[in-house]
C-alpha cells in the first residue's frame, strides 16, 4: 500500500508559477510510475505528466514547454513545477502512483489561475 500527500496549490495570477509536490510513503519500492492528473469541474479527469523510476517524462500536449515533472530521490518526493499558468489550468491536481498492485492516488490539491 502507497499512501500520497499533495501539497503546493493556490491561487495564481496567469503567468504566473506554482510548484506541486507529491509525496509517497509506504510501500514505495512497488511504485513504477508517477503521475500527475487533474480534473476541472464538468470535466473529465486528465493525465497530465508522467514520470518513470527510471526518470523518463512525459507530458500533455496542453502543458509542454510549461509544465516539469521530476523527482528528488534523496526526499522521495515528485514535483510537479508549471509556469505561464493559463485560466484553463484551474483545476483539482491529483498525484498517482502506478504501482505493481494498483493505481493509488491522493487527495488533490486546488490550483486556481485568475486575475
Known amino acids: 500500500q502507497v499512501q500520497l500527500v499533495e501539497s503546493g496549490g493556490g491561487l495564481v495570477q496567469p503567468g504566473g508559477s506554482l510548484r506541486l509536490s507529491c509525496a509517497p510513503s509506504?510501500?514505495?519500492?512497488?511504485?513504477?510510475?508517477m503521475d500527475w492528473f487533474r480534473q476541472a469541474p464538468g470535466k473529465q479527469r486528465e493525465l497530465v505528466a508522467s514520470i518513470t523510476i527510471g526518470s523518463s517524462t512525459s507530458y500533455a500536449d496542453s502543458v509542454k514547454g510549461r509544465f516539469t515533472i521530476s523527482k528528488d530521490n534523496a526526499k522521495n518526493t515528485v514535483y510537479l513545477q508549471m509556469n505561464s499558468l493559463k485560466p484553463a489550468d484551474t483545476a483539482s491536481y491529483y498525484c498517482?502512483?502506478?504501482?505493481?498492485?494498483?493505481?493509488?492516488w491522493g487527495q488533490g490539491t486546488q490550483v486556481t489561475v485568475s486575475s
Open positions: 498517482n502512483a502506478r504501482t505493481v498492485h494498483g493505481n493509488c
Open positions: 509506504g510501500n514505495i519500492f512497488s511504485i513504477a510510475v
